[in-house]
């Protein structure tokens, strides 16, 4: 049995939940999802301009796990850019 997930703490609510390639309906396109958690990693990362370890603690779980986190997001994020796919936000 897997070891229960650790509840993050997440502060960061989009506008928006989906992006896609100009020109090519959404019905037509595979989509990628960003997970809330994935998404609060960017921002406290990228936006926030905060490093992994002030990150980690905002986001109450280790620095190996928001490194694992932010991996993941931006191999999604380059998953859809390079591919064309939709990026959904999840709510």
Not at 3 to 19: A, G, M, Q
Not at 33 to 41: F, P, V
């Amino acid at each position: 049995m897997p070891r229960p997930k650790i509840k993050r703490f997440l502060n960061f609510n989009p506008n928006v939940y989906y992006f896609k390639p100009q020109g090519i309906p959404l019905k037509l396109l595979d989509e990628v999802i960003i997970n809330r958690d994935e998404l609060e990693a960017i921002k406290l990362h990228d936006i926030d301009n905060l490093d992994q370890l002030e990150a980690s603690k905002k986001m109450q779980v280790s620095q190996p796990t928001f490194a694992r986190i932010l991996d993941n997001a931006y191999k999604k994020i380059a998953d859809a850019i390079i591919t064309g796919k939709a990026i959904r936000i999840e709510k």
